[in-house]
């Protein structure tokens, strides 16, 4: 089993930017696509960000297209998120996973918090 360890979150005053850090452990983690979601309180956790190891593809939820990208590197096991442009909405607690729809592990969150 997959196990995942974020990092790089933090407070950002809106316009500034964040590097979230994603490091998996086991033989298995380029098995299946890493990525991000995000959840604030009371809402459901949602899709931020995809990276594939097969191929580098990445997908993006709208809400951060242009702003956000990632990018894995298979050596260190590790996705990254850079994040800039941050605005006060992309506030949440940020969750690093590893698999698909079906089936996927979780990391424990780091929160990003931009104030305006």
């Known amino acids: 089993q997959v196990q995942l360890l974020e990092s790089g979150g933090g407070f950002v005053q809106a316009g500034g930017s964040l590097r979230l850090s994603c490091a998996a452990s086991g033989r298995t983690f380029n098995t299946y696509p890493m990525g991000w979601f995000r959840q604030v309180p009371g809402k459901e956790r949602e899709f931020v960000a995809a990276?594939?190891?097969?191929?580098?593809?990445?997908d993006y939820a709208d809400s951060v297209k242009g702003r956000f990208t990632i990018s894995g590197d298979n050596a260190k096991k590790t996705v990254y998120l850079q994040m800039n442009s941050l605005k006060p909405e992309d506030t949440a607690v940020y969750y690093c996973y590893q698999g698909s729809s079906v089936s996927r592990s979780w990391g424990q969150g780091t929160q990003v918090t931009v104030s305006s």
């Open positions: 990276f594939s190891w097969s191929g580098g593809r990445t």
